[in-house]
């Protein structure tokens, strides 16, 4: 059974940086799309980037310039570096891998809180 676990969540301030990583075990995942979402305090989940297999890459307008969404098949693990971070970035990052367009496989979550 595949499983994706989140981490390098926390707290920092305005104009700080985060990476976040998600290592997959039970399968690799070099042929799926990799993804990042993210849900904030009373709002819907939403879209934050991807990267496919192929390593095209695509983003939020919310979030274009300031996070790279990158990937290392060998150790099977997406990244997201996080960039001059805003108090509207505050939210749970989950990660998540798919196929066909669609994705199926997902993590519990890291937090992360950007304080103003």
């Known amino acids: 059974q595949v499983q994706l676990q989140e981490s390098g969540g926390g707290l920092v301030q305005a104009g700080g940086s985060l990476r976040l990583s998600c290592a997959a075990s039970g399968r690799t995942l070099s042929t799926y799309t990799m993804g990042w979402f993210r849900q904030a305090p009373g709002k819907e989940r939403e879209f934050v980037a991807l990267i496919r297999n192929g390593g095209r890459t695509s983003y939020a307008d919310s979030v274009k310039g300031r996070f790279t969404i990158s990937r290392d098949n060998g150790k099977n693990t997406a990244y997201l570096q996080m960039n001059s971070l805003k108090p509207d970035d505050t939210a749970v990052y989950s990660c998540?891998?798919?196929?066909?367009?669609?994705?199926?496989?997902w993590g519990q979550g890291t937090q992360v809180t950007i304080s103003s």
């Open positions: 998540a891998a798919g196929l066909g367009g669609s994705f199926n496989i």
